[in-house]
């Protein structure tokens, strides 16, 4: 199963920056491309990123591109959403998902099909 843990807490200040990572004990994420979303208050879950089986090839919601940066270590197993310059309209949950069908290029909504799916963690952006 997909874990979902964040380090510095879940309440940020705008400006600040927080780390997700993306884990799973049974499952070998090396062999799959992994993804990232979120959904706000009152609104639809969105993609925000997602990264291929090697790390070759990744892609980045408009809005968080350039703050953002996702990263795998697939010797440990991991994914990682380095979030930099943390703004209001960041405040979600987020969601990690493996087994996606993506290997280079943009993303599509199709590439979630049959997805596994973490159990998501509350980021809060407040002064």
């Known amino acids: 199963q997909v874990q979902v843990v964040k380090s510095g807490g879940g309440l940020v200040q705008p400006g600040g920056s927080l780390r997700l990572s993306c884990a799973d004990s049974?499952?070998?994420?090396?062999?799959?491309?992994v993804g990232w979303f979120r959904q706000a208050p009152g609104k639809e879950r969105e993609f925000v990123a997602i990264?291929?089986?090697?790390?070759?090839?990744?892609d980045y919601l408009e809005a968080v591109n350039g703050r953002f940066t996702i990263s795998r270590d697939n010797a440990r197993n991991t994914v990682t959403l380095q979030m930099n310059n943390l703004k209001p309209e960041d405040t979600a949950v987020y969601y990690c998902?493996?087994?996606?069908?993506?290997?280079?290029?943009?993303?599509?909504?199709?590439?979630?099909?049959?997805?596994?799916w973490g159990q998501g963690t509350r980021v809060t952006v407040s002064s």
């Open positions: 998902a493996a087994g996606l069908t993506y290997w280079r290029g943009r993303y599509n909504s199709n590439m979630v099909k049959s997805a596994d």
């Open positions: 990264i291929s089986r090697r790390g070759g090839d990744t």
């Open positions: 049974e499952l070998t994420l090396s062999n799959y491309a």
